[in-house]
């Protein structure tokens, strides 16, 4: 075996390196990328034997969830409840896409609007400033022409002054002619500052759109609001959005929904609610009267803030109100945003 001193000594002499040494370098070298790469799957193989145990155990939760949810619809006590459970929630589900449909319609239109009123501003401010340059590039060149005259002028008359007795006058005039010569010069030099600018002004690309104002975006959310307060008055006409309510936030096993002619008339009011939900065509002017409402009542935390207090949108209970049970409450006692109604917060622009 080659003696490992012998060979770091030689190798810090300067010595070459035998054919036996730089094998055995190599070697070294090997053995350490084999331990590292080694080291590398290990920790790997760690760390996907820990995520398969973790999926496993999702895997067995969810099969437990199915077998009692099987066991649920099986039993003809609670099957019928388990059915109105998650039809209350697909009325959630529908409400909810209604509302995301209608927030993404708005926050087009309007950004539709501060886009093309984006391009006419920086076009119009654009115009100004080339007409304004266009303005100081004639007065510039105005001045830059008669400067030009006014050499000319002197040139003609040193032209004319060539007797003798000129003499003295022609000198004044040829060292007036060099002041001319400059200021003709700074003339043109202004000129041709007033060329670039306005070109450089010309060339100018237009400025990014800087997103939705933050006016437009507290609108939308208001009359986001206002939807979903239409939404829940049309829900509640069949008893039915505190309900769907409860059955997102509950599990199937925790609700119960009476007995078996109790739950087909749940089923039949929700059929009812999806087709009153999902059919709504004409409801401009209803959101807009809860939108002049909200606007009216609402307050922020902040002046950067889009989203108004949910204490703000609660109306002002009255003493006769308070032994009103909630379906004589007045329409605008629904506080969506209190209650996240149809996951408002999620529609809702920052």
């Not at 206002?226 to 509640?236: I, N, R, V």
Request: proline share 2%; hydrophobic share 40%; charged share 30%.
């Amino acid at each position: 075996m080659i003696d490992k001193l012998t060979f770091l000594k030689g190798g810090a002499e300067g010595g070459a390196a035998s054919p036996d040494e730089e094998r055995l370098m190599q070697l070294f070298q090997n053995r350490a990328g084999l331990k590292k790469a080694y080291a590398d799957l290990k920790d790997e193989f760690h760390l996907l034997r820990d995520r398969l145990k973790q999926q496993e155990g999702a895997t067995i939760r969810i099969q437990e969830q199915m077998d009692a949810l099987g066991d649920l619809l099986g039993d003809p006590k609670t099957g019928f409840g388990a059915l109105v459970f998650f039809q209350l929630r697909a009325l959630w589900k529908t409400c909810h896409q209604q509302l995301s449909t209608f927030a993404a319609d708005l926050a087009r239109q309007q950004e539709a609007r501060e886009v093309a009123k984006h391009k006419a501003d920086l076009e119009g401010e654009k115009n100004a400033r080339l007409a304004d340059a266009d303005q100081r590039l004639q007065a510039a060149s105005a001045a830059a022409n008669e400067q030009r005259r006014l050499l000319a002028d002197a040139q003609q008359e040193i032209g004319r002054l060539t007797a003798f007795w000129h003499y003295f006058r022609r000198r004044r005039r040829l060292k007036s002619l060099e002041a001319l010569r400059s200021q003709l010069v700074m003339a043109d030099q202004a000129v041709g500052d007033l060329h670039a600018e306005r070109s450089a002004i010309e060339g100018e690309g237009s400025l990014e759109f800087p997103g939705l104002s933050l006016a437009a975006r507290r609108n939308i959310n208001l009359a986001i609001i206002g939807y979903a307060e239409l939404l829940c008055e049309h829900a509640d006409a069949f008893g039915l959005a505190a309900r769907a309510k409860e059955a997102v936030a509950r599990r199937v096993h925790e609700m119960t929904f009476g007995t078996r002619a109790d739950c087909e008339s749940y089923m039949q009011r929700v059929q009812k609610a999806q087709l009153a939900v999902a059919n709504q065509k004409q409801i401009t002017g209803s959101v807009r009267a809860k939108l002049e409402r909200l606007r009216a009542t609402c307050e922020y935390r902040n002046t950067a803030d889009t989203v108004p207090t949910a204490d703000s949108l609660s109306p002002p209970a009255t003493e006769l109100e308070f032994d009103k049970p909630r379906a004589a409450s007045a329409a605008n006692s629904w506080n969506v945003l209190a209650e996240d109604y149809w996951d408002l917060y999620t529609l809702l622009l920052r």
